[in-house]
């Protein structure tokens, strides 16, 4: 354990930010099981909602550090394949 004391606080502060982290990721990985939940429905309107509130979650994950950038591309394309597969 640390000695110093601003290295306890940037312990504390690491572990506030990881937990930050992992909900952030865990919420992108919830929205993807809805919109594929959606996608096995066939409901277009729910499909189109779920496909926005994910892209929306990926860009808010990025934007804070949580995702790296290609990372939030890469799933912003996944979830486009996965709305495209659902049919016109």
């Given at each position: 354990m640390?000695?110093?004391?601003s290295?306890e606080?940037?312990i504390?502060?690491?572990?506030r930010?990881?937990?930050?982290n992992?909900?952030?990721?865990?919420?992108?990985?919830t929205y993807?099981?809805?919109?594929?939940?959606?996608?096995?429905?066939?409901d277009?309107?729910?499909i189109?909602?779920?496909?926005r509130?994910?892209?929306?979650?990926?860009?808010k994950?990025?934007?804070?550090g949580?995702?790296?950038?290609?990372?939030?591309?890469?799933?912003?394309?996944?979830a486009?394949?996965i709305?495209?597969?659902?049919?016109?």
């Amino acid at each position: 354990m640390a000695n110093i004391k601003s290295q306890e606080k940037r312990i504390h502060r690491s572990e506030r930010e990881r937990v930050e982290n992992r909900r952030r990721t865990s919420t992108v990985k919830t929205y993807f099981r809805r919109l594929e939940a959606a996608v096995q429905a066939g409901d277009k309107g729910a499909i189109e909602s779920e496909h926005r509130a994910l892209v929306s979650m990926i860009d808010k994950a990025a934007e804070h550090g949580a995702l790296h950038r290609n990372n939030a591309a890469r799933k912003k394309s996944r979830a486009a394949r996965i709305r495209a597969a659902a049919g016109p």
